[in-house]
């Protein structure tokens, strides 16, 4: 598919469509000691031997934390609308419970009056994975009791920055948390109990529609949404156990979590799959469901790549780099949950691959877009694309600029597929889009591959944490200046 030139993309934007890039806490912050941050859930699992790429560690990341004016001259350079970021839980509530960290939160305030200074809008994530290491211990989200932690931490947040968050994100990929971390291990907290992992999605989105009511009674002027990864589920043949598990796959992908958000209730369970699902029903309780459909301002939509599924286990083994649904892959990548799964995901040969061996296909977010609009019809809000973006390999140490016009052909590919997608006549016809955030701004600790995936626009030579704008900025630059030259 051929780049679209920046001029063509930037007069279809709306003249209210949101321009960001996307980071995380944990994934950029370093100073995990500093100034009274607790421990993550994600920082014990990093400790683990050989669940981290390489070994490598967060302890410093990108060392945002420390340099925090610079990513925001980096941010103000851009041009862009707005700046999502999440706030680190344990660095405000070390142990998740109790007294507030004033330091942390003064990091936040500072954070968030720089980017209203540079003309940026913040958009805050509340949960990140970056469960406090108590909690955790105690259960994290497989006890009810984090997600009553978790709106007493949201009412907090409402009551501090709530005056100058423009939009607040509740939850970040509830289904990554439930099916990487407690059901196959390969994320923290390193469970790995399948289907018994199911409780851990019911309480992300408990705490979801609990930290609504907290920001609103607290005050906080933005808009809420919570943001979910979604993939469109393909089987990989006409073959009746083909596409039962490809059904399986798409209601735990998918509409597990976006049905309960939006229409107020779980989807109906194949007969396939009902024994597994016990321990979901277990954990709800009389009025979950209205806590959790909550009015939202926006609905956040992670989107990566399609799934194809085939009954059985595995063929072979994943490739090197990636693990289930296309993840991170760390040293430990086989864990025994895979091979007790009864299907597996297979391969799509026709398209090309990022680093991650993800499928680069634009058209099917489009396929995306219009899943949602006949799912959800006038309960789906308006859809901001939370994340976009893709990892390729690129050197560690560079002197000049990297040109990486595979990254930027994948933005623009996928950025124009989903605007054509929601116009007169469009496949997703119907749906607002209402904005689009780059995934990500910096290199930086991709969770369990740590530093050997680089996702961002900015490259950090990680031994000197020297940042230098790639090509992929150049061109982000570029569209946010005319898109403004486009406004009336």
């Given at each position: 598919?051929?780049?679209?030139?920046?001029?063509?993309?930037?007069?279809?934007?709306?003249?209210?469509?949101?321009?960001?890039?996307?980071?995380?806490?944990f994934?950029?912050?370093?100073?995990?000691h500093?100034d009274?941050?607790?421990l993550?859930?994600?920082?014990?699992?990093?400790?683990r031997?050989?669940?981290?790429?390489?070994?490598?560690?967060?302890?410093v990341?990108?060392d945002?934390?420390?340099?925090l004016?610079?990513?925001v001259a980096?941010?103000?350079?851009?041009?862009?609308?707005a700046?999502?970021?999440s706030?680190?839980?344990?660095?405000?509530?070390?142990?998740?419970?109790g007294?507030?960290?004033?330091k942390?939160?003064?990091?936040y305030?500072?954070?968030?009056?720089?980017?209203l200074?540079?003309?940026?809008?913040p958009v805050?994530?509340?949960?990140?994975w970056?469960t406090?290491?108590?909690?955790e211990?105690?259960?994290?989200?497989?006890a009810?009791a984090t997600?009553?932690?978790f709106?007493?931490?949201?009412a907090e947040?409402?009551r501090?920055?709530?005056?100058?968050?423009?939009?607040w994100?509740?939850?970040n990929?509830?289904?990554?948390?439930?099916?990487n971390?407690?059901?196959?291990?390969?994320?923290?907290?390193g469970?790995e109990?399948?289907?018994?992992?199911?409780?851990?999605a019911?309480?992300?989105?408990?705490?979801?529609?609990?930290?609504?009511q907290?920001?609103?009674?607290?005050?906080a002027?933005?808009?809420?949404?919570?943001?979910n990864?979604?993939?469109?589920?393909?089987?990989?043949?006409?073959?009746?156990l083909?596409r039962a598990?490809?059904g399986?796959f798409?209601?735990?992908?998918?509409?597990?979590?976006?049905d309960?958000?939006?229409?107020?209730?779980?989807?109906?369970?194949?007969?396939?799959?009902r024994?597994?699902?016990?321990?979901?029903?277990?954990?709800?309780?009389?009025?979950?469901?209205?806590?959790?459909?909550?009015?939202?301002?926006?609905?956040?939509?992670?989107?990566y790549?399609?799934v194809?599924?085939?009954?059985?286990?595995?063929?072979?083994?994943?490739?090197?780099?990636?693990?289930?649904?296309?993840?991170?892959?760390?040293?430990?990548?086989?864990?025994s949950?895979?091979?007790?799964?009864?299907?597996?995901?297979?391969?799509?040969?026709?398209f090309?691959r990022t680093?991650?061996g993800?499928?680069i296909?634009?058209?099917?977010?489009a396929?995306?877009?219009?899943?949602?609009?006949?799912r959800?019809?006038?309960?789906?809000?308006?859809?901001?694309?939370?994340e976009?973006g893709?990892?390729?390999?690129?050197?560690?140490?560079?002197?000049?600029?990297?040109?990486?016009?595979?990254?930027?052909?994948?933005?623009?590919?996928?950025?124009?597929?989903?605007l054509?997608?929601?116009?007169?006549?469009?496949?997703?016809?119907g749906?607002?889009?209402?904005?689009?955030?780059?995934?990500?701004?910096?290199?930086?600790?991709?969770?369990?591959a740590?530093?050997?995936?680089r996702f961002?626009?900015?490259?950090?030579?990680f031994?000197?944490?020297?940042?230098?704008?790639?090509?992929?900025?150049?061109w982000?630059?570029?569209?946010s200046?005319?898109?403004?030259?486009?406004?009336p």
């Amino acid at each position: 598919m051929p780049r679209p030139a920046v001029e063509r993309l930037a007069s279809l934007l709306p003249p209210d469509f949101l321009l960001g890039v996307a980071t995380a806490a944990f994934q950029i912050e370093g100073g995990v000691h500093d100034d009274g941050r607790g421990l993550s859930g994600w920082d014990d699992f990093a400790g683990r031997p050989g669940a981290i790429a390489n070994g490598d560690s967060p302890a410093v990341a990108t060392d945002h934390y420390h340099r925090l004016e610079e990513d925001v001259a980096l941010i103000a350079r851009l041009g862009v609308d707005a700046y999502r970021l999440s706030i680190a839980w344990p660095r405000v509530q070390p142990d998740g419970r109790g007294s507030w960290n004033e330091k942390g939160w003064a990091f936040y305030d500072r954070l968030v009056d720089a980017l209203l200074a540079a003309g940026v809008s913040p958009v805050v994530t509340l949960y990140h994975w970056d469960t406090p290491l108590p909690l955790e211990n105690d259960g994290g989200w497989l006890a009810r009791a984090t997600a009553l932690r978790f709106a007493d931490y949201a009412a907090e947040a409402g009551r501090r920055l709530g005056d100058r968050v423009a939009r607040w994100i509740t939850v970040n990929e509830p289904v990554t948390v439930t099916l990487n971390g407690y059901a196959l291990g390969v994320h923290a907290p390193g469970r790995e109990l399948l289907f018994g992992a199911l409780p851990s999605a019911h309480h992300q989105l408990l705490a979801h529609g609990l930290s609504t009511q907290a920001l609103r009674a607290a005050g906080a002027r933005g808009g809420i949404g919570i943001t979910n990864l979604h993939a469109p589920v393909f089987p990989k043949s006409r073959r009746p156990l083909d596409r039962a598990h490809a059904g399986v796959f798409d209601l735990i992908f998918n509409r597990l979590y976006a049905d309960p958000v939006l229409l107020g209730r779980y989807p109906r369970i194949p007969w396939l799959a009902r024994a597994d699902f016990r321990p979901l029903a277990a954990a709800v309780r009389p009025g979950d469901l209205a806590t959790i459909r909550q009015p939202l301002d926006f609905y956040g939509l992670n989107y990566y790549y399609p799934v194809r599924v085939a009954a059985g286990g595995p063929e072979a083994e994943p490739r090197p780099g990636t693990g289930p649904g296309g993840q991170p892959a760390a040293d430990n990548e086989h864990p025994s949950a895979l091979s007790r799964l009864p299907f597996h995901l297979a391969d799509f040969p026709e398209f090309p691959r990022t680093g991650f061996g993800w499928p680069i296909a634009p058209g099917h977010i489009a396929v995306q877009l219009a899943e949602l609009r006949t799912r959800y019809a006038s309960a789906l809000p308006p859809v901001v694309v939370t994340e976009n973006g893709a990892s390729f390999p690129e050197p560690d140490r560079v002197d000049g600029e990297i040109d990486d016009r595979q990254r930027i052909d994948y933005l623009a590919s996928h950025l124009e597929a989903a605007l054509l997608a929601v116009r007169p006549g469009g496949p997703a016809e119907g749906v607002r889009l209402a904005g689009w955030f780059v995934w990500t701004l910096l290199d930086n600790f991709e969770w369990a591959a740590g530093y050997s995936q680089r996702f961002g626009l900015v490259h950090v030579d990680f031994e000197t944490l020297k940042r230098t704008p790639k090509a992929s900025f150049e061109w982000l630059r570029r569209l946010s200046a005319a898109r403004r030259a486009a406004r009336p």
